[in-house]
């Protein structure tokens, strides 16, 4: 093998070399951006999660109060 062989074997795996770590780190900073996007996504469900909680009760609450027949009774009595 010529000495010019051999210098253009090392420059070819150098430049391959340098292309696969580019690649690496792109991919690697990649998936620490879709982590974070993923950690923010988890962060905003739960608190969804508590105002549909919180929701609920209310409700639940809301419609006690309107099945009570004590409403009807002083409904009733307002529209006198």
């Given amino acids: 093998m010529s000495g ?6 090392i420059v070819f795996i ?3 070399f340098s292309a ?3 690649m690496y780190y792109k991919h690697l900073a990649f998936k620490e951006k879709m ?3 993923q950690n923010s996504k988890n962060a905003e469900d ?5 105002e549909l909680a ?6 639940q ?6 099945t009570d027949e004590g409403y009807s009774v002083q409904k009733e009595i307002n529209n006198i």
Avoid: D, P, W
């Fill in 61 to 66: 609450i809301l419609e006690k109060i309107v």
């Fill in 14 to 16: 150098s430049v391959g």
């Fill in 20 to 22: 696969i770590a580019s």
């Fill in 46 to 50: 739960a608190k969804l999660s508590q």
């Fill in 35 to 37: 982590l974070k996007h």
């Fill in 4 to 9: 010019t062989t051999m210098v253009a074997i």
């Fill in 54 to 59: 919180a929701l609920k009760e209310r409700v």
